[in-house]
């Protein structure tokens, strides 16, 4: 096999011989990062871009390869490239103040380092807002050995939020007025919708309710206006992807959005997971999944027929969707569904329902005794508070009994005959909960399980709470109340396990990301929890994830929603003793 | 034009001094509120109330100003600048403090405020502002933006002065309060933007204010059709 670069959006047609080759290799590469322009179809404008285009190349290496990256910057001003996902000495890391100083105008800055993993990752600027602005592009890593799973060809499909603003823009308007993009807010029609449905007394008690915290249920994504992308198409451009029928395609999901999370399905496919941010799981089939903001899955479809099918990609909020098609030849297209109604935060997402749950390890315990769907009505409060008129109408929530064993009352069960599985991934009662288009298996982190652990099962040796703070109004966020430009690092020691406990106190799902060290999410699964680079937290829930601190240096930890990250939701990791950090990276210390 | 050079001052002085504190963008905005020609029984009124803002979450300087043009003769009734730091001291206030010139066509006058802004519950945006001189006074503002359809906007507004000393020369009684009422309709034509709007704004004076109106042969209330644009960049 050769090792180059891949043109965008290419067929990557090398399937499982590519996996084959064992040799110690040395690849080199290059990059260039330039201005470009972004066209969308909806609009066009300047942005940033690699190779000349926006998305960047798939750049491909194989596992056990040592890399060499030549950047260089053709921009005005500097510029950065982190590889996403990978496990790297830090100063290859690509975070501009943190691992290196990043790349200055017109310099080039070499990367090596060696390739220790494989799997579906990405790479973007790590620099101001150039990655909403377009510089981003995919990376695939073949597997050394077998995969534990067949396929006969592979495509990349990668999602952006494309914006007509820049990414400088958006952060001042949102900072001016932190509704400015929200085109979804309720309004007197919803109103008086919802007095017809429910009642005068009890829609107005609801919009008292949201009122009195000053917060809308609508706020479910900051931005919008964006015109969603797959592999820099627009949904009226389609990309397409070929198959025969019969064929195995392994699709290779990339969320490179800004702010943007997607349910994705193919109507008429059943999609095997077999991957999640670049570590293989036990295959689950679904019918749809939800992708949060640089996450990865990759999943296996076998169409059989000889027609096309569509990919359809509604973002969270339902504000917009992205699309493509997998055909037996060009210019195939299959029907293309209907948005689905936004959904609605409810009080619990708020974080007021369940005070003291905890939902990381609820689905371990299985404590929690969930029956039918929730109606509109009053929402009983395990404190005794009463809610009235909360707006039940979206949610997939469901009646449940607390672990003190209260059962929520006021409920109305008639004509809900909907069973609801639980997902402690989302607060009980959470109108972000998903359910799938057709009725089918909607993919929950619970059901992730590694294929093969990385790290030996073992109690961790400490507690670390993030509580995921901020200001809506205000725009501000932050970690514990601290923004990052007044924080202080978070300090690990080399050789420890750390237990991340994330408590979300705020509205927004947080994408958490950690550089440089695996995440495991603590899915209740024990040895077989899933080992991800990012860990989305919803709205009124905890989540745990824990850490092998393996890598020594310094790293960043951050939501990856670009516009959190800038305005605080972020820390500098420190991995004290270990290797000595002057000694691993030697070699990979050259750069401009 | 004094106004405007220490509004420049103030804004580069506030860049220079935010820069260094972390990374974490300096943001700015500028637009106004109302800019709006307004027709009554009497003369015709061009009138602004707007502003801007820059600095980051810990500290804003704002400035604001605000106008009323009379065209038939050539004045301006109303012409007032503002300075104001602003910094945050709850969840939804800020409290604000700085100095404010008022230059219309007739005496002059500047005061020192001090205030809070905010968000109160159910979405009220609040102003209660101080203005500390030899006239003090009070003004309290509110406003609501009513979500007809995400782009068809009713902003009512409230706007109160109160005077708490006699100031004859530009006719203010103590304690006799100017209310402004408005209602506009505005629809977002260009984001967030620019949005043009029609409305009404009804003003009154009362008590000794409104008896220093009429010994001048003003009328103590007034009521116009207005027409004009929102403008936030």
């Known amino acids: 096999m050769t090792f180059r670069l891949i043109g965008r959006a290419l067929v990557l047609g090398v399937g499982l011989a590519a996996a084959l080759s064992s040799a110690t290799v040395a690849g080199e590469y290059a990059l260039t990062v330039d201005p470009v322009t972004i066209d969308t179809g909806d609009f066009s404008r300047a942005g940033i871009g690699f190779n000349g285009a926006s998305p960047g190349p798939v750049l491909r290496f194989k596992e056990g390869e040592d890399v060499t990256i030549n950047v260089t910057n053709n921009l005005s001003g500097p510029t950065s490239i982190h590889w996403h996902g990978l496990i790297l000495p830090f100063q290859q890391d690509g975070v501009p103040g943190i691992s290196y100083d990043g790349i200055a105008a017109g310099e080039t800055f070499t990367y090596r380092f060696p390739i220790t993993q494989s ?474 | 034009m004094r106004n405007w050079h220490l509004t420049a001052v103030v804004i580069a002085s506030a860049l220079l001094v935010a820069r260094p504190l972390a990374a974490e963008p300096v943001v700015w905005s500028i637009g106004a509120e109302q800019l709006e020609y307004r027709v009554g029984e009497g003369s015709d009124i061009q009138a602004w109330d707007g502003g801007g803002f820059i600095g980051k979450d810990e500290l804003r300087v704002v400035w604001r100003s605000e106008a009323e043009y009379v065209s038939d003769t050539d004045k301006f009734e109303t012409l007032e600048n503002q300075i104001r730091l602003q910094v945050p001291i709850a969840t939804f206030f800020d409290a604000v403090a700085g100095v404010r010139f008022d230059t219309p066509d007739g005496p002059d006058r500047a005061h020192g405020v001090i205030g809070i802004h905010g968000l109160a519950p159910q979405w009220f945006e609040v102003n209660l502002d101080l203005y500390l001189s030899e006239q003090p006074s009070v003004r309290f503002e509110v406003e609501y933006e009513a979500l007809i359809t995400n782009h068809w906007i009713l902003t009512p507004t409230l706007e109160i002065d109160l005077p708490l000393i006699d100031d004859q020369e530009i006719g203010q009684g103590a304690f006799g309060p100017t209310i402004e009422l408005g209602a506009r309709l505005s629809y977002d034509l260009v984001d967030r933007s620019i949005a043009p709007y029609i409305g009404v704004h009804w003003e009154r004076r009362f008590g000794e204010s409104a008896t220093l109106a009429r010994a001048e042969g003003e009328q103590a209330s007034a009521i116009y059709v207005v027409a004009g644009v929102r403008l936030m960049f």
């Open chain 1, 119 to 592: 799997g579906t990752y990405w790479f973007h600027s790590h620099t101001g807002f150039q990655e909403p602005d377009g510089a981003y592009g995919a990376i695939i890593i073949d597997k050394k050995g077998r995969e534990p799973f067949r396929y006969d060809k592979e495509y990349v499909i990668q999602f952006t939020d494309a914006h007509p603003h820049s990414g400088d823009r958006i952060m001042r308007n949102l900072k001016m007025m932190p509704d400015y993009y929200n085109r979804q807010q309720r309004t007197l029609f919803d109103f008086l919708k919802d007095t017809e449905t429910k009642g005068f007394g009890a829609a107005m008690a609801d919009y008292k309710a949201w009122g009195e915290m000053r917060m809308m249920p609508t706020d479910i994504e900051d931005l919008q206006g964006f015109t969603p992308l797959i592999n820099g198409k627009s949904a009226s451009a389609n990309w397409t992807g070929l198959f025969k029928p019969g064929e195995r395609v392994r699709l290779r999901f990339i969320n490179s959005s800004a702010m943007t999370y997607f349910d994705i399905r193919i109507p008429g496919l059943k999609m095997t997971v077999v991957q999640a941010d670049g570590n293989n799981v036990q295959p689950v089939p679904v019918d749809e999944f939800r992708i949060a903001v640089a996450e990865t899955y990759d999943v296996i479809v076998r169409p059989t027929e000889d027609k096309a099918y569509t990919i359809f990609a509604e973002t969270m909020g339902r504000t917009a969707f992205a699309r493509g098609t997998l055909a037996p030849r060009e210019g195939m297209a299959a029907e293309v569904p209907e948005m689905r109604e936004p959904p609605l935060l409810t009080m619990a997402d708020m974080g007021m329902a369940h005070e003291g749950m905890d939902h990381g390890a609820m689905m371990a315990d299985g404590k929690m005794d969930h029956s039918k769907m929730m109606a509109v009505g009053t929402h009983k409060m395990p404190d005794g508070t009463v809610m009235k008129g909360m707006n039940h109408a979206k949610m997939t929530g469901d009646t449940h009994k607390m672990p003190d064993g209260t059962v929520m009352k006021g409920m109305d069960h008639s004509g809900h005959g909907a069973m609801a599985k639980p997902d402690p991934f989302y607060a009980a009662g959470s109108g972000l909960k998903p359910a799938a288009a057709n009725g089918g298996k909607f993919l929950s982190y619970g059901d992730l399980r590694a294929q093969k652990p990385l790290y030996k099962l073992r109690e961790a040796t400490r507690e670390i709470e993030l509580r995921l703070t901020g200001n809506m109004e205000r725009y501000s966020w932050s970690i514990n109340d601290v923004k990052y430009a007044d924080s202080e690092p978070i300090r690990l020691r080399y050789g420890e396990r750390v237990r991340f406990k994330f408590v979300n106190e705020t509205m927004m799902t947080h994408p958490m990301h950690l550089h440089g060290m695996w995440s495991i999410l603590d899915a209740g699964k024990g040895k077989w929890n899933p080992i991800k680079h990012v860990v989305s937290v919803s709205p009124g829930t905890t989540v745990y994830m824990e850490t092998e601190v393996d890598a020594p240096g310094q790293w960043a930890f951050h939501c990856h929603l670009s516009y959190h990250a800038d305005s605080g939701m972020f820390r500098k990791v420190v991995v004290e003793g270990g290797p000595r950090a002057s000694a691993m990276p030697a070699k990979s210390m050259t750069g401009g």
